[in-house]
């Protein structure tokens, strides 16, 4: 069988028709979180989103396009996000300092991205999910690599590799632990993300 296209039927040309697409897309990320990718369907999306079945056909074929725009809008912010958080300048910085930034930039957008952040930290119950959540997963891996090469130049790239694909795992998880924990333990939670990178990082850093 062929799998469902993932393209979106059209690009909206007028505001109006940009608004019903956000609204989709946030309506999509809602009824993922709750409901989860395989059991979500259009029209529970198209009901979120306080329009037509028939409206969010003109844009997307099926829920799979809406889940690939809804990944595409997400990866140019953490793209960007990353970025901005490994720059040269920033890598110079104390191993503290590193991880402060990089623990409060990545904190910023979960919060304003709950439902995203929710979705790939459970995207293992969906093979589409954990498809996308592994690309992802990847790309932050080899923006940190490539910020590891300029910290740790005499590190090998194996090790390289290796340390940056640790390093995001441990985000990830603590990441998600912090985000599932009441408001008052939350501060803990990260406080000891932060304990935990930076002491990673110093080891690294001894070694290289």
Request: glycine share 4%.
């Amino acid at each position: 069988m062929a799998s469902p296209s993932t393209d979106m039927r059209r690009q909206p040309r007028h505001a109006r028709g940009q608004r019903r697409v956000e609204a989709i897309l946030r309506a999509a990320t809602a009824v993922f979180d709750a409901q989860g990718f395989e059991a979500a369907t259009t029209n529970a999306i198209a009901r979120r989103a306080r329009a037509s079945i028939g409206s969010l056909y003109q844009f997307f074929p099926n829920k799979e396009a809406i889940l690939q725009a809804v990944v595409n809008r997400h990866r140019e912010e953490l793209n960007a996000l990353f970025a901005s958080l490994l720059t040269a300048d920033n890598l110079r910085q104390p191993t503290a300092v590193i991880v402060e930034r990089v623990l409060s930039g990545a904190a910023a957008f979960i919060a304003g991205h709950a439902g995203f952040g929710r979705i790939f930290w459970h995207s293992s119950a969906s093979p589409r999910l954990a498809a996308i959540a592994a690309q992802l997963d990847d790309e932050i891996v080899a923006r940190v690599e490539a910020g590891f090469a300029v910290r740790y130049p005499r590190l090998s790239r194996p090790r390289r590799r290796l340390h940056a694909t640790v390093s995001v795992a441990m985000l990830k998880a603590l990441l998600a632990l912090a985000d599932a924990a009441s408001r008052a333990n939350r501060p803990r939670i990260m406080a000891e993300t932060q304990t935990i990178l930076a002491q990673y990082l110093d080891q690294i850093d001894r070694s290289a």
